[in-house]
């Protein structure tokens, strides 16, 4: 359907354009660029288009987020332990909430489409992995949260004596954005493979 379509590319347009206005990297601005392209190469698979809806939605949400992070709530906030609080409490949310849109996907396709598009109902081969993938970043986003608690402990009252055994915890706030960054371009590659897959099998229907 040509509004489902125009949604889906219309909020990857504006992811692209969230992410430019955050400090990233030329490799995370290729994300949202391959959802655009996704976007437009499955302008006759509706099943698809809302797959890639869901991944544009929180990626844009996700980069409104970070913006009001650094220009806003980190002005105000100078200790790192709360900084990193919000950062991965957010990460967590936005994680959460990925999952929620996969899992509830045929509900908002009724809605979306008001029940008049059969395609999205089919199956999609990259559902199964991508729920796996985006567990997959819940885990690190609360694991990465976990840590900053037992990086601080001395913060929360405990003996700093005992506290700073655990001062050297940081693998999971070092390699951040490297664990995060594995799973969701995995889940840009099965979104394609996905594509591929209901294209050569079955014609698409509308």
């Given at each position: 359907?040509?509004?489902?379509?125009?949604?889906?590319?219309?909020?990857?347009?504006?992811?692209?354009?969230?992410?430019?206005?955050?400090?990233?990297?030329?490799?995370?601005?290729?994300?949202?660029?391959?959802?655009?392209?996704?976007?437009?190469?499955?302008?006759?698979?509706?099943?698809?288009?809302?797959?890639?809806?869901?991944?544009?939605?929180?990626?844009?949400?996700?980069?409104?987020?970070?913006?009001?992070?650094?220009?806003?709530?980190?002005?105000?906030?100078?200790?790192?332990?709360?900084?990193?609080?919000?950062?991965?409490?957010?990460?967590?949310?936005?994680s959460?909430?990925?999952?929620?849109?996969?899992?509830?996907?045929?509900?908002?396709?009724?809605?979306?489409?008001?029940?008049?598009?059969?395609?999205?109902?089919?199956?999609?081969?990259?559902?199964?992995?991508?729920?796996?993938?985006?567990?997959?970043?819940?885990?690190?986003?609360?694991?990465?949260?976990?840590e900053?608690?037992?990086?601080?402990?001395?913060?929360?009252?405990?003996?700093?004596?005992?506290?700073?055994?655990?001062?050297?915890?940081?693998?999971?706030f070092?390699?951040?954005?490297?664990?995060?960054?594995?799973?969701?371009?995995?889940?840009?590659?099965?979104?394609?493979?996905?594509?591929?897959?209901?294209?050569?099998?079955?014609?698409?229907?509308?």
């Open positions: 359907m040509k509004s489902l379509f125009n949604l889906a590319l219309l909020t990857s347009i504006v992811a692209t354009v969230s992410v430019s206005f955050v400090s990233v990297t030329i490799l995370e601005l290729l994300i949202p660029i391959a959802l655009i392209i996704l976007v437009l190469l499955s302008k006759d698979d509706v099943n698809s288009q809302l797959l890639t809806l869901c991944f544009t939605f929180v990626f844009t949400v996700s980069a409104v987020a970070l913006f009001i992070l650094k220009t806003v709530v980190f002005q105000f906030v100078e200790s790192y332990f709360i900084q990193n609080i919000y950062a991965f409490s957010i990460q967590l949310t936005l959460l909430l990925m999952l929620f849109l996969l899992k509830h996907r045929m509900t908002i396709a009724v809605i979306l489409t008001k029940g008049k598009s059969a395609s999205v109902f089919e199956k999609n081969y990259a559902e199964g992995p991508l729920y796996f993938l985006v567990l997959t970043m819940v885990f690190i986003d609360f694991a990465a949260l976990m900053n608690f037992l990086r601080n402990l001395e913060l929360l009252g405990l003996n700093e004596e005992t506290a700073k055994m655990f001062w050297e915890v940081t693998f999971f070092d390699y951040f954005a490297y664990l995060k960054a594995v799973p969701i371009f995995l889940c840009v590659l099965l979104l394609y493979i996905g594509l591929i897959v209901r294209t050569k099998r079955q014609p698409i229907q509308n």
